[in-house]
């Protein structure tokens, strides 16, 4: 659609949810609707629950805008019941939404792409992950996480066997498989790509020992953000060559962002891709934007004018 055209549509922020990362995903929606307010486009705040579909038809929404993070919003299930419901909407389809929201299905596309990304192993329950404490086919650290979470949610870096246990522990309690990573030291840096454009690289500079939670979200963290990522060119290059290689793998649309690991020997590695990125004041897809020339009304209006049915 054009940008005529969506001007005489209701645009329905989709944003809450039903997952772990509610918190930060009514922030994205509160921000991505005064920027397309502030445009001029007839915005509605929808805050989303199991009576969505009875929600949308009385606010008479004619386009949804995804501002969804986590589990029953970015994982293809909101993606699914908008296709059914004939809604155009954000980002990327079912399909793809499903593959990145999967840590362990997106690695293996990621490998069947030659896309690198750290080695791991894969348990479908705790009690097998914590027999192969001892023959786990990498040394410690390691990381463990579930596989269906975002925002670092259930993540822990592992330096001991007893570390590792507890982590098991707690990301059990989570949906998907059990996935424990070979520990990649470097530098943490995250590459976005819009419309098929790797848009750049930014450098998260960390006062903890990685970028989780507290890191990501929590006033007065002490995280720094670099762009572009002070990088030699060709590690640059590189990074951006494997995000847009991801986007592609998994068969993104509109925008992504991908977590990488640059080593000190310049290696690059992608750990995952969010197919739904954050747009709070500290997410990094508006910081690289930004730093493109792209503000952020302008970065929301982008990715709505991607709006379609993908089925």
């Known amino acids: 659609m054009t940008q005529t055209e969506l001007k005489n549509k209701r645009i ?3 944003m809450g949810g039903l997952s772990e990362e509610r918190d930060v995903s009514l922030r994205t929606g509160a921000a991505v609707s005064k920027a397309l307010r502030s445009l001029g486009y007839d915005v509605v705040d929808v805050d989303v629950g199991k009576d969505l579909p009875a929600k949308l038809a009385a606010e008479k929404v004619e386009v949804a805008w995804l501002a969804l993070h986590g589990r029953y919003g970015e994982d293809g299930c909101i993606q699914g019941l908008l296709e059914s419901l004939f809604v155009p909407y954000t980002g990327s389809g079912v399909l793809a939404s499903a593959l990145g929201m999967e840590k362990v299905f997106a690695k293996q ?7 690198p990304t750290p080695p791991y192993k894969v ?3 705790a009690q097998a992950a914590r027999a192969a404490v001892d023959s786990l086919p990498f040394p410690f ?13 259930g993540v822990h870096v592992c330096k001991t066997k007893e570390a590792y246990l ?13 996935l424990v990573e070979r520990f990649i030291k470097g530098r943490e840096v995250q590459g976005a ?6 848009l ?6 960390v006062a903890r020992e990685f970028y989780d939670q507290e890191a990501k979200y929590k ?3 002490g995280t720094q953000y670099l762009f572009p990522a002070p990088l030699p060119a060709d590690q640059y290059a590189r990074v951006n060559e494997v995000c847009l290689g991801a986007h592609k793998a998994l068969g993104c649309r509109g925008a992504s962002r991908s977590d990488v690991i640059v080593t000190e020997g310049g290696e690059v590695f992608v750990l995952e891709t969010n197919t739904l990125p954050g747009m709070t004041e500290t997410s990094l897809l508006p910081k690289i934007a930004a730093g493109r020339g792209i503000d952020f009304p302008t970065l929301c209006e982008r990715i709505l004018l991607g709006a379609a049915l993908k089925a």
């Not at 790509?193 to 790797?198: H, I, M, Q, T």
């Open 12 to 14: 329905g922020v989709l």
């Open 109 to 115: 596309m990621f490998t069947t792409h030659g896309i």
């Open 123 to 125: 348990f479908t329950e």
């Open 141 to 153: 650290p390691v990381v463990v996480k579930p596989s269906r979470e975002g925002s670092s949610v």
């Open 166 to 178: 507890a982590a098991v522990d707690d990301a059990s309690k989570y949906a998907g498989f059990l």
């Open 193 to 198: 790509v819009l419309d098929d454009e790797a």
């Open 200 to 205: 750049g690289v930014i450098e998260v500079v």
């Open 219 to 221: 006033a007065g963290s």
